[in-house]
């Protein structure tokens, strides 16, 4: 599923495309994901925004689109054999690109996401001044393993499997943890790396895994991949101490790190 990086690296190839133009149609065959879509007609385009996952486009007239890209969506500037949605624009045309038909669009008075109830619930953006040191130690107060609270929205918005992975990996700390017995100093290193591999990540477009589900809206991977450390390398030496990479599932999902980097048990 893209996460925080390959939303907000959408976010930004999408900006030129969309600020300031009018949406003069939009055109699928499924309003129940698509829900309302023939409110955003004949709008233009304020603001385009992210929060966590979701991107947010603010229209005129006091109306919002809502999108998030599931598991394999993302836009395209050419129609697919998976394109779902056409956007047809002042200038172009803009198409929603969905394989597996997770993704979601919801038209909303602007700020009224009760269709929408995480997006009222997500944490603070880890790459804003919302995210200090002493709320997310308080987040970590719990008997939850690390690699749970990470993924949990409420606590860091946008944070999802890859870059929960990597962030452990560079603290040095095992997703098996429980957050209650992380000190203050190994809090923040984690504090730390989540900002560090985030940035890094959206720097570099995010990442293209093998099934290349995800790229950018204008066709290009992201590059990040070329840095994963643990995340789907089990099996792989670490490139830290040449150790087997070891793969566990913790909160339903499969988590990928160094036993003997990061320790195995609590």
């Not at 949990?152 to 962030?167: K, S």
């Not at 477009?205 to 994963?228: I, M, N």
Request: net charge positive; hydrophobic share 35%.
């Amino acid at each position: 599923m893209p996460e925080l990086p390959e939303v907000e690296t959408t976010r930004r190839k999408l900006l030129p495309l969309l600020l300031g133009r009018r949406i003069l149609e939009v055109r699928h065959q499924d309003p129940r994901r698509y829900r309302h879509t023939e409110r955003a007609e004949g709008r233009r385009v304020e603001e385009v925004g992210r929060r966590g996952k979701f991107l947010l486009l603010s229209l005129s007239g006091g109306l919002e689109m809502v999108l998030h890209l599931g598991m394999t969506g993302g836009f395209r500037l050419e129609e697919t054999p998976h394109t779902r949605v056409r956007f047809l624009l002042e200038k172009g045309v803009l198409y929603f690109h969905d394989p597996r038909r997770f993704g979601r669009i919801w038209v909303v008075e602007r700020g009224d996401h009760r269709e929408i109830p995480l997006l009222s619930r997500l944490g603070p953006e880890p790459l804003s001044e919302a995210f200090t040191f002493p709320g997310f130690l308080q987040g970590l107060r719990s008997a939850r393993p690390l690699k749970a609270l990470l993924l949990d929205q409420t606590r860091v918005a946008g944070m999802g499997n890859i870059y929960a992975d990597e962030a452990l990996f560079r603290a040095r700390l095992s997703p098996l943890r429980p957050g209650r017995s992380l000190g203050e100093e190994e809090a923040w290193r984690l504090f730390q790396a989540i900002r560090e591999v985030l940035s890094e990540a959206v720097a570099l477009g995010g990442s293209t895994l093998s099934d290349r589900a995800y790229r950018q809206p204008d066709g290009l991977p992201g590059s990040f991949q070329e840095r994963h450390a643990v995340y789907g390398r089990a099996g792989l030496p670490c490139p830290a101490c040449g150790a087997p990479i070891a793969r566990r599932v913790v909160a339903g999902r499969g988590t990928h790190f160094c036993p003997n980097c990061q320790g195995e048990s609590p």
